[in-house]
């Protein structure tokens, strides 16, 4: 069963303040755009498998982010499944500003059946929150990263 399933795989920054903040992705696009609970994802991205799934990780943060990945020691958190796909993701301690993402784009019809593309960024926000604050906004799915990650 697994190995029909579409594979996806992503990394998850997280940095220490007084308290452990992650780095989450509000997906773009109009059905996301007036969600915000269950809206917000590790950015990420489906591979195949002629790639490995850290060399998708890596290449998805540069282009739902726009940015490098930071230098750093990824921290596997495993793998979870959701929405029909197998997740792996790694932790990776690290910083950045959101206000210096440029996010890829990608294209879709819209409004539906109108036969015209309409091009989206793939996240259309970009923000720290505390590993509290990211349970409540995180798709459910995903949700088991961020407590992987805190049990470390």
Do not use: C
């Not at 308290?19 to 996301?32: K, S, T, Y």
């Not at 596997?76 to 959701?82: I, S, V």
């Amino acid at each position: 069963m697994l190995d029909s399933m579409k594979r996806s795989a992503g990394i998850l920054l997280f940095r220490r303040n007084e308290q452990l903040e992650v780095l989450l992705g509000h997906m773009g696009g109009p059905f996301w755009a007036r969600k915000d609970a269950g809206a917000w994802s590790v950015p990420k991205g489906e591979y195949t498998d002629d790639e490995t799934p850290e060399a998708a990780a890596r290449r998805e943060f540069e282009e739902e982010l726009g940015l490098k990945v930071p230098e750093g020691e990824l921290i596997p958190l495993g793998e979870a499944k959701g929405s029909g796909k197998v997740i792996t993701v790694w932790a990776l301690e690290g910083d950045l500003d959101p206000e210096t993402v440029t996010p890829g784009t990608f294209e879709m019809e819209w409004p539906p059946k109108s036969g015209q593309k309409k091009s989206f960024p793939e996240v259309d926000k970009v923000a720290w929150m505390t590993v509290e604050e990211a349970s409540a906004k995180i798709v459910s799915a995903q949700r088991p990263f961020l407590e992987r990650l805190s049990s470390r």
